[in-house]
C-alpha cells in the first residue's frame, strides 16, 4: 500500500501565497510522476500541475506564471507553491501519485485533499 498525506492548506487573502506539501509513503519502488488537482464546489476535478520523472513540469493555463510544482526526490514529495492567489483559485487540492509499487504494478493515488480558501 502507498499513502499521500497532504498538507499546507487553509484560508489566504487575495494575492497571498500558500505552499502546499504531499509525502508519499509505502510500498514505492518508484515514483514515475506526482501532480496536484483540484475540485471548487459544482465542479469537476481538474489537473493543475504536474511534474514528471523529477523534471518535467506540466500547468494549467490559469496557473501558468503564478504556481511552482517541484519535488524532493529523496523524500518521495511534491510541494505546490501558490502565489497571487485568487479567489477563483479555491478548492480542495489532491495530491496524485503514479507508483511503481515494491511489487513492480503500475499503480495511481491520491491523497485525501486539502482544502484552500482565498477570501478577504
Known amino acids: 500500500q502507498v499513502q499521500l498525506v497532504e498538507s499546507g492548506g487553509g484560508l489566504v487573502q487575495p494575492g497571498g501565497s500558500l505552499r502546499l506539501s504531499c509525502a508519499a509513503s509505502g510500498s514505492i519502488f518508484s515514483i514515475n510522476a506526482m501532480g496536484w488537482y483540484r475540485q471548487a464546489p459544482g465542479k469537476q476535478r481538474e489537473l493543475v500541475a504536474t511534474i514528471i520523472n523529477g523534471r518535467s513540469t506540466n500547468y494549467v493555463d490559469s496557473v501558468k506564471g503564478r504556481f511552482t510544482i517541484s519535488r524532493d526526490n529523496a523524500k518521495n514529495t511534491v510541494l505546490l507553491q501558490m502565489n497571487s492567489l485568487k479567489p477563483e483559485d479555491t478548492a480542495v487540492y489532491y495530491c496524485?501519485?503514479?507508483?511503481?509499487?515494491?511489487?513492480?504494478?503500475?499503480?495511481?493515488?491520491w491523497g485525501k485533499g486539502t482544502l484552500v480558501t482565498v477570501s478577504s
Open positions: 496524485n501519485a503514479r507508483v511503481t509499487t515494491t511489487t513492480l504494478r503500475a499503480m495511481d493515488y
